[in-house]
């Protein structure tokens, strides 16, 4: 199974919500799972404007260290393919929204996000995740 994260994913995974249990144990399980040097971008700077500076800097860290998280850097074929989402669908995509969906697209992928708006995506699967105001306790 190969899972593409989104920032709020990720985000949901390092906080430890409940909302994503059965992905934190799809990973442990050894799943393939990618993201964007995009997603990690937005996921510094979303989390040192929330939480602060030294937690964006562990949770790049941690996320960088997991074993099966590959993080995918834009290339011209993805941006490439990532303008031509763009394009496609305007203003309803982000310019990052474009670029997990094209890599989704181009690993083969289901897109874990937290962006409801990106059901409207046709060319990968797309599993959208609420936030739960729950922490499990456990966390990568």
Do not use: H
């Given at each position: 199974?190969?899972?593409?994260?989104?920032t709020?994913?990720?985000m949901l995974?390092?906080?430890?919500?409940?909302a994503v249990?059965?992905?934190?144990?799809?990973?442990?399980?050894?799943?393939e799972?990618y993201?964007?040097?995009?997603?990690?971008?937005?996921?510094?700077y979303?989390?040192?404007?929330?939480?602060?500076r030294?937690?964006?800097?562990?949770?790049?860290n941690?996320l960088?260290?997991?074993r099966?998280?590959?993080?995918?850097?834009?290339?011209?074929?993805?941006a490439?393919?990532?303008?031509?989402?763009?394009?496609?669908?305007?203003?309803?995509?982000s310019?990052?929204?474009?670029?997990?969906?094209?890599?989704a697209?181009?690993?083969?992928?289901?897109?874990?996000?937290t962006?409801?708006r990106?059901?409207v995506v046709?060319e990968?699967?797309?599993?959208v995740?609420?936030?739960?105001?729950?922490?499990?306790?456990?966390?990568?």
């Amino acid at each position: 199974m190969k899972l593409v994260l989104d920032t709020g994913v990720l985000m949901l995974i390092l906080k430890g919500d409940p909302a994503v249990k059965e992905v934190v144990d799809a990973l442990r399980r050894g799943a393939e799972a990618y993201t964007a040097t995009t997603n990690m971008a937005e996921l510094y700077y979303k989390t040192e404007e929330k939480l602060g500076r030294q937690v964006a800097i562990t949770w790049f860290n941690r996320l960088i260290r997991l074993r099966n998280l590959t993080i995918i850097s834009v290339d011209t074929k993805l941006a490439l393919r990532a303008g031509e989402l763009k394009a496609k669908y305007g203003k309803q995509l982000s310019l990052a929204d474009a670029i997990i969906i094209a890599l989704a697209e181009e690993c083969g992928g289901r897109l874990l996000t937290t962006d409801s708006r990106l059901r409207v995506v046709k060319e990968v699967s797309v599993e959208v995740y609420g936030f739960s105001n729950q922490e499990l306790g456990v966390k990568l």
